[in-house]
């Protein structure tokens, strides 16, 4: 019994510690741009009495022309509201150290790609710049927007530090970028010794929240930078800053400058929630059709409580005409990204996707949002945090969201009063089986 509760909590952990990094490098197949925020930068100086130099442009930067042109080809007018402050304390000398956390797409990665391709002397063939992720994949993304920023600056090299890179005994590697996971970067210095670390000038610990959740990694990061000379430049970024982060990322970045951008709220101020009593799913399809039968709904999101009714509503919703994406939990990301790139190119119109599968993804311009089943966790309570991240998407920067919640038992009428209840809000009955009630709230 003990080691079969103990293989449980294994397995769950692996899926938590899969879900983090899987859920970080959709978010990055799927992103094409800066995520929108109204929110100030927090900036905490380790020398308070210093002045705080921030920047508008990138000319203000004395870029290397190079990278100038690198930037400026990827499509950066400006830098964002997180590189308008870290940029300078990247590129300041003498080289200072810093801890930024800033929700995911804020443009962290960016920020410190171009603090390293900065730095690096392209005459000295060692390595110069090295920096960690939690996985081979998200070293490969970030190893991608190096090679996009670097286009103009041929001279600079990269190498991937990752496990199936093998290099032949006594290697001494010319490249002056290193990108790889924990694992390999800690061998290739130690073991291996293709890599002296005593000639490293900086370190990045990229996604630390999502390191520190994956076993060993942190002590193997610990160890990379116990190697490095006491003036490289340490630089730790997250996308969250609970205590156990801050923890490690203290341990890792000492004298730290510290820059914090909050996320952006999610209300639902701005949101028309409704309810739906129907007493099965097939009643809670027909009440679906009404509604889309009523009103014009440009793009919808649907969340089921299964995999099994995810798959059955899409199928019933594509035979009645509809252009259905479907994100289902066995797919593998990249399959995920290319889905939703789909819909958000608009070529579908409605997502149906159980909660597990649209954690954390951002969708906006997706304006009506169902709930055929309501969010409830694994004790079967009502899960407030998902509901309101759920359906705080759809009334984003000003726009109005309609959000509607299908009822189908005693059980769910419950978790719904209990939502109700926690966020204070009330949520409207509908009825749908008359149109013009229908045809009412879309206005
Ligand atoms: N100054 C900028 N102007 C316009 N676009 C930018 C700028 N900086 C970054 N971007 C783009 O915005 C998106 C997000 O940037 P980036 O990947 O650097 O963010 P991030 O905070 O590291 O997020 P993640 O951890 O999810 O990768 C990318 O598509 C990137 O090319």
Sequence with gaps: MASDSWAQALTRLCVCVYDKAAQSLLNKLIRSNLVNTTNQVEVLQRDPTSPLYSVKSFEELRLKPQLLQGVYAMGFNRPSKIQETALPMMLAEPPQNLIAQSQSGTGKTAAFVLAMLSHVD?????PQCMCVSPTYE?????G???EQMGKFYPEVQLVYAIRGNKLERGTKLQEQIVIGTPGTVLDWCQKLKFID???IKVFVLDEADVMIATQGHQDQSIRIQRMLPKTCQMLLFSATFEDTVW???KRIVPDPNIIKLKREEETLDTIKQYYVICNSK????????????AITIAQAMIFCHTRKTAGWLAGELSREGHQVALLSGEMQVEQRAAVIERFRDGKEKVLVTTNVCARGI???????????????DKDGNPDNET????IGRTGRFGKRGLAINMVDSRFSMNILDRIQEHFNKKIEKLDTDDLDEIEKIAN
């Design 247 to 249: 923890n490690f990322a």
């Design 362 to 376: 951002d969708v906006e311009q997706v304006s009506v949002v169902i709930n055929f089943d309501l969010p409830v």
């Design 122 to 126: 392209p005459e000295n063939k060692w």
């Design 138 to 142: 998200l070293a490969l993304q970030t």
């Design 197 to 199: 670390p005593r000639k």
């Design 387 to 390: 509901y309101l991240h759920r």
């Design 282 to 293: 097939e009643e809670k399809f027909q009440a679906l059709c009404n509604i889309y039968g």
């Design 144 to 146: 991608k927007v190096i």
